[in-house]
């Protein structure tokens, strides 16, 4: 499986970005997929969640704040994340909703939120 995760970038307290996924190399419509972060110095965390179904769950750091959502003719998961704020600021990854992941995360994408 790959993961390519795109569309990080830099913004202001309050801004939105949307982040982007692809998953290549396996059936992505039979997965549930989730986001996660890693801020600096700190573990990779769950933030969003979507099931086969369309489904989702969020942490609730974001709840109310972001978006997951996906694409499976583009085998493509989204995050729309909007008021954000200097504590967002991570890698994020996407990667199967669960405990058992895949163990190629891919290289993320970097979103930094500044005050």
């Known amino acids: 499986v790959q993961l390519q995760a795109s569309g990080g970038g830099s913004v202001q307290t309050g801004g939105s970005l949307r982040i982007s996924c692809v998953v290549s190399g396996v059936a992505f419509s039979g997965y549930g997929m989730a986001w996660y972060r890693q801020a600096p110095e700190k573990q990779r965390d769950f933030i969003a969640g979507i099931n086969t179904l369309g489904s989702t769950n969020y942490a609730d750091s974001v709840k109310g704040r972001f978006t997951i959502s996906r694409d499976n003719a583009k085998k493509t998961v989204y995050l729309q994340m909007d008021s954000l704020k200097p504590e967002d600021t991570a890698v994020y990854y996407c990667?199967?909703?669960?405990?058992?992941?895949?163990?190629?995360w891919g290289q993320g994408t970097l979103v930094t939120v500044s005050s």
């Open positions: 990667n199967k909703n669960g405990p058992v992941r895949w163990t190629n």
